[in-house]
């Protein structure tokens, strides 16, 4: 049955949207006649080497996770968007633009077919999580010459965040995001409270909310992926790359590990205050974020990718956002925040041999990271990872400044543990562990013990 199935993905794959394959010559046919009593034509001895000339026409296969390039297609719209601004300026380069389905397991099971094929196309965009899973295998090219000539044009630390998990740049980072606080300074002022900054100021704030009867921090429990921003509070403990590496690898001890304990033990003084409130165990993320959207809750944790809901709202103008509490005690001598640089282009490894293509991909992945595209990007409502200089920033609303404040910012930037340095398996466990802390249905030697457990279930 297992072979049965790989042979209908093989061959599903074959049928499936054209990738680098589909731009090469067709196989003679078995029953072709020998090569030595074909006649060359006329018009094939002066076709021109489409390789050796800058001007002939060349297609680069894109594939994009999106359902339609016209409607609902998220975090692609900027690619698409920079892609016809492109072919504008570039009209013998096509880029066909290929939707692959917006729902996550689908596109992403493409992608492994591809990838298990070694068919991928000539460029895709995808999340910063296949990084680490095909650099090196020989899919998709490594980018180290391109990235020597577009690394200017970032002003942060994009391109090494993108590719951290490697050796050498393979991903080339389009979309940045920020995860952390949103605040509302009308609530605050009223107890002539500001946005705090420390952790001690933070617990002040919680307590003096709590104490007037405010609802604090708007949270929904029964979404446990809804930790974005409580990562980086981890982070400023020590919980780095090589911390996770040892951990999976079970060179060191989960359940005893001091920076996950110190960072739980801070997360459970907020709950103590009663900051989250008695039903934070029912409350979902929907019901959280729709609670801070009409000015019911003074702080929500909440990742950017949404941003456009609190952007509507019509307490909008009273709303802040910065990374969150940071630690006097932090091993960092900067200010730790939760910066992402989710969406990244890849580049097939059949561009390699082509050099036509490979001089389109590389005008392409300069235009996408110049100040035209980062232009691009940003009108169609992309945050470009880019240098954000290109972007009027005069036009944005107060909400939307402190978010591209964040971004351009040179905060140490750290990622959601569970998408980078640990294997996802991790995610159900860490994210219960501190859902756990949260609502207060365990202890922390109890949250430790979920991810005690998952330690001891790996390898």
């Avoid at 078995?30 to 002066?46: H, Q, S, V």
Wanted: hydrophobic share 45%.
């Amino acid at each position: 049955m297992k072979k049965m199935i790989a042979l209908l993905l093989a061959a599903m794959l074959l049928l499936s949207l054209a990738a680098c394959a589909s731009t090469a010559d067709p196989a003679p046919a078995a029953d072709a006649a020998p090569a030595e009593t074909t006649e060359t034509t006329p018009a094939a001895e002066e076709a021109p080497a489409a390789e050796t000339d800058a001007e002939a026409p060349i297609t680069l296969t894109y594939w994009l996770p999106c359902n339609d390039l016209e409607d609902g297609a998220a975090e692609q719209k900027g690619t698409i968007a920079a892609a016809r601004a492109f072919m504008e300026k570039y009209p013998n380069i096509t880029l066909d633009l290929v939707p692959i389905g917006g729902n996550s397991d689908d596109y992403n099971a493409k992608f492994q077919m591809g990838a298990s094929a070694n068919n991928l196309p000539d460029l895709m965009n995808t999340s910063y999580g296949w990084v680490k899973q095909w650099a090196g295998t020989g899919v998709i090219m490594q980018l180290d010459d391109i990235v020597a000539e577009i690394g200017s044009n970032y002003k942060t630390d994009a391109l090494d965040f993108a590719n951290e998990a490697v050796d050498g740049y393979w991903a080339i980072p389009y979309m940045a995001e920020v995860q952390g606080w949103a605040y509302n300074t009308e609530i605050l002022g009223k107890y002539g409270l500001e946005v705090p900054t420390t952790f001690d100021e933070f617990i002040n704030v919680c307590n003096v909310l709590t104490e007037n009867g405010e609802r604090a921090i708007s949270h929904g429990a029964t979404d446990i992926w809804a930790i974005w921003g409580y990562h980086a509070l981890f982070c400023q403990y020590g919980v780095d790359k090589a911390l996770c590496e040892k951990l999976s690898a079970k060179e060191e001890d989960f359940y005893t590990c001091e920076p996950f304990r110190k960072t739980l033990a801070r997360i459970q003084e907020i709950a103590e205050t009663g900051a989250y409130g008695d039903a934070v165990s029912y409350t979902s993320d929907a019901e959280a974020k729709a609670a801070f959207i009409n000015g019911d809750a003074a702080m929500y944790c909440f990742a950017t990718s949404f941003v456009s809901e609190l952007d509507a709202s019509e307490h909008a103008d009273k709303f802040v956002f910065n990374f969150g509490p940071q630690f006097s005690d932090s091993i960092h001598d900067q200010t730790v925040g939760l910066r992402t640089y989710g969406w990244n282009c890849y580049v097939g490894s059949c561009v390699e041999n082509d050099p036509a293509k490979l001089e389109a991909v590389k005008l392409w992945l300069n235009f996408l990271t110049s100040g035209e595209g980062t232009e691009a990007l940003w009108s169609a409502g992309t945050i470009p990872a880019t240098d954000l200089s290109y972007v009027d920033r005069s036009t944005l609303d107060p909400f939307m400044a402190t978010i591209f404040d964040a971004i351009a910012s040179d905060a140490y930037s750290v990622p959601d543990l569970c998408q980078a340095w640990f294997d996802a398996s991790v995610k159900a466990p860490y994210r219960n562990a501190v859902t756990a802390i949260i609502t207060g249905a365990t202890d922390i030697d109890g949250a430790m013990q979920f991810v005690a457990d998952w330690q001891a279930s790996i390898g």
